[in-house]
Nanobody
Framework: QLQASGGGLVQAGGSLRLSCAAS????????ISWFRQAPGKEREFVAA???????SFADSVKGRFTISRDNDKNTVYLQMNELKPEDTAIYYC????????????????WGQGTQVTVSS
């Protein structure tokens, strides 16, 4: 089970840190990705922390977002800086084993989502 948290309301230029905590499984072997879905838009990939230690980011967030893991806490963090109104969405974390894939339909495990709202 994945539990996403940390969303909220922030002004443009501000920061938030999202957390994705796992229970019942160890995240070490999993690729953990963050996706987001804004109203009226399709879900999109945001960032990933792969099991081998590498990371991936959507072009829209490169240089502003970072992703990290705390294996002791079985948690993955998404640090979001320089937030923009277009970052407003529900953010979901998801987990999968195997290949580094950024398409959500290939992820079997999902958290419940956390709302991020960035005001201008």
């Amino acid at each position: 089970q994945l539990q996403a948290s940390g969303g909220g309301l922030v002004q443009a230029g501000g920061s938030l840190r999202l957390s994705c905590a796992a229970s019942g499984r160890t995240l070490t072997l999993y690729g953990i990705s963050w996706f987001r879905q804004a109203p009226g838009k399709e879900r999109e990939f945001v960032a990933a922390s792969w099991s081998g230690g590498s990371t991936s980011f959507a072009d829209s967030v490169k240089g502003r977002f970072t992703i990290s893991r705390d294996n002791d806490k079985n948690t993955v963090y998404l640090q979001m800086n320089e937030l923009k109104p277009e970052d407003t969405a529900i953010y979901y974390c998801a987990a999968r084993l195997g290949r580094q894939i950024t398409y959500g339909r290939y992820y079997p495990y999902w958290g419940q989502g956390t709302q991020v709202t960035v005001s201008s």
